[in-house]
């Protein structure tokens, strides 16, 4: 949830910040050559090496969440495009279509519910059914249209079409929508971060305006790692994907 994100979040700003602290705490208490100038160069560059590998590692992660949420935003745009182009199809078809589009309504609002857990969806729910036995009333429906004349023939058809893309859409999102961020690989970064910020503590002076320098660098690295775990929350996170795409798809029966 957004509230577990962001106590996350806090908490790893104040991991890095503590460690910032300790090192210039260490500092203070190391004897005179521990402080010399060999000595800090050496810190210096091992913290660079550190820093590198999170800088890379951030980069793809960042990149990884983005893609993932790209996908899945693609998956949500094309059950609604298909949606849209189904009822279309069933308006042309005449008004017999009246109960098969009445349960595509049920089925995309079903699906709404299960996905945007906690969000009322505008469109209506027949029940405790699941948008899969929804889905298989409405490809019965279209099924039992009469075929009549060619032209009617071919809008069952490419309503049947459509449904089986949507079906397979919805496939795909389900198997998407289970993908997260690897939390060993979270960990390995975060601890990279403590070690980078504990090298910076103790080449660092112990004044305010370091202290502060470091909070604020604290406070960013801990955005890149928001933007990574809620990128992996697409339809739960503060940077969700509205559910006002599928449900604005398809108006509402008159």
């Known amino acids: 949830t957004p509230m577990q994100t962001t106590l ?5 700003v104040g991991m890095m910040a503590a460690a910032a602290l300790a090192g210039m705490a260490v500092r203070g208490r190391l004897p005179e050559h521990h402080t010399a100038d060999g000595s800090l160069d050496a810190v210096l560059r091992s913290v660079g090496l550190v820093v590198t590998l999170s800088a890379v590692v951030l980069g793809f992660l960042v990149g990884s969440a983005k893609a993932y949420f790209g996908a899945v935003e693609e998956q949500i745009t094309e059950i609604a495009a298909d949606s849209a182009m189904l009822d279309r199809l069933l308006t042309r078809y005449g008004t017999e279509t009246e109960p098969a589009r009445q349960l ?19 469109l209506p729910q027949s029940g405790p059914g699941s948008a899969l036995q929804e889905n298989e009333q409405l490809a019965d429906a279209i099924e039992a249209l009469p075929g009549g004349d ?13 449904l089986a893309d949507m079906q397979h859409a919805s496939f795909v999102l389900s198997r998407i929508a289970q993908a997260r961020p690897q939390a060993a690989m979270l960990a390995v970064v ?16 112990p004044t ?7 909070i604020l660098a604290a406070v960013a690295a801990a955005g890149a790692l928001f933007l990574i775990v809620e990128m ?23």
């Open 232 to 254: 992996y929350s697409p339809v739960s996170g503060l940077l969700r994907i509205p559910p006002s795409i599928l449900e604005d798809a398809i108006p509402p029966l008159r």
């Open 104 to 122: 595509l309504r049920h089925s995309v609002g079903i699906a709404v519910g299960i996905v945007w857990s906690g969000h009322i969806p505008s």
């Open 208 to 214: 305010g305006t370091a202290r502060a320098s470091m």
């Open 150 to 162: 060619p032209h009617r023939a071919y809008l069952r058809e490419q309503a049947l079409s459509r």
């Open 8 to 12: 996350l979040m806090l908490l790893f």
């Open 190 to 205: 975060v601890s990279w971060l403590v070690i980078i910020f504990f090298g910076f503590g103790l080449v660092s002076p």
